[in-house]
């Protein structure tokens, strides 16, 4: 019972709509409501990520490029996989949160599928696009199977010695309970970590922050994909698509009795062109939200097309968000489509069948994105069926 309750109460990104509360409670946990630690049998390793990559690779014949890009802060390598020549980019990442582990085993089928299969639709999306993958991209907290990463504040003073003296930052964890020892492992949720100008470097007057405030970049894994992205944008002139990979608690479709499979999204900071995200005015004329509308309305037409069956209940994530310091918040700030995946619950609690299609469900909804980019049909999509994609019960 205890564990289902726990499950139920997890959030992820979402994890901020409850972060003040829990801050002002207890100060040091912010973004930690509850969540549990499942077991991880079915799921891979960091260890396992190597291997398969550079099987991937292999088998491709060079189709497939692995890079390592960087490493955590215990020296894990992050990894980049990219397939594909055409123009148009979309990067993608999974694992952000460590405990968050469907996204991962979906990308490597994706980039095992992507790599070696001949098939003229799988050529069209090499040809149109290049397909950026980092799969678990925050390995030490996937090793720990948590959310935080692996580091103190006394190593990020260390690498920014400008902070010495200033509060450690709002997402850094500290506490221990039932689940967690982080009192003697601390870390950050690096999903708090990002900040929409990409050349950021951290001031002490900017801490300890708060969720609706930008990030810092003060995380080695931040600063990968941040990396990452820059690359990209200076190599195209734009990262046109960005998804990230989480799961959430457990809910029901809005008004009925059907289990969410996943939430979609596609909206993390106010509008800057609208009064309310006047901050960001420095950030309008890049920002697309009609884009990452269409962008959410082609992942959920994919999954709705597998008709009545547990691909059909897909729901919208929470709107009205003010995340900058997300991935997510700060690569749509910067002109990118921007779709969040939400799988459900912890899968193990339904046994590898239900893994696997909670696997193959993040898969199929990807394939939807990556198809209706490269085929331009995305630009044809009603942005307004984004608002007709049932919320969700919570
Ligand atoms: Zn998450």
Known sequence: MLIKSVFFSLTLLGASVFAPMQA???????????????????????????????????????????????????????????????????????????????????????????????????????????????????PDSSELNRRGNDMTWNEVVEDFPQLEGAPSSWNYYTYTNEFWDYASNPGFDVN???????????????????????????????????????????????????????????????????????????????DPNSDEGEKYSEYADNYNEEFSKKLNVAAYNALQQKGNSPFGNISLYPQNLDLPGTALGS???????????EVTGQTQTYGHQRMGQLVNAVELGLYGILDSVASGNVYEIDADDYDDIPLTDR
């Open 331 to 341: 690569f749509a700030l910067n002109g990118s489509g921007a779709v969040l995946f």
């Open 24 to 138: 002002e409670a207890n100060g040091n946990s912010p973004g930690n409501f509850g969540d549990g630690k499942p077991p991880v049998s079915g799921f891979i390793s960091h260890d396992e990520l190597s291997n398969e990559l550079q099987k991937i690779e292999r088998s491709s014949q060079g189709t497939v490029d692995v890079d390592v890009v960087g490493h955590s802060n215990q020296g894990r390598e992050i990894y980049k996989a990219t397939v594909g020549s055409g123009d148009k980019v979309v990067l993608v990442q999974s694992e952000i949160h460590g405990n968050e582990k469907t996204g991962t085993k979906a990308l490597l089928q994706m980039l095992q599928q992507l790599g070696s299969n001949n098939a003229s639709d799988m050529r069209e999306l090499r040809e149109e696009l290049t397909i950026v993958a980092i799969p678990m991209m925050n």
């Open 192 to 270: 708090r970590d990002f900040n929409p100008d990409l050349d950021y470097t951290p001031q002490p007057e900017d801490f300890p922050g708060a969720s609706a405030e930008p990030g810092w970049y003060i995380t080695p894994e931040a600063q990968t994909v941040r990396d990452v992205y820059k690359e990209l944008d200076e190599q195209f002139g734009q990262v046109d698509v960005f998804v990230d990979l989480h799961h959430q608690g457990e809910y029901l479709i809005d008004g009925t009795d059907d289990e969410v499979t996943l939430s979609l999204s596609g909206v993390f900071v106010p």
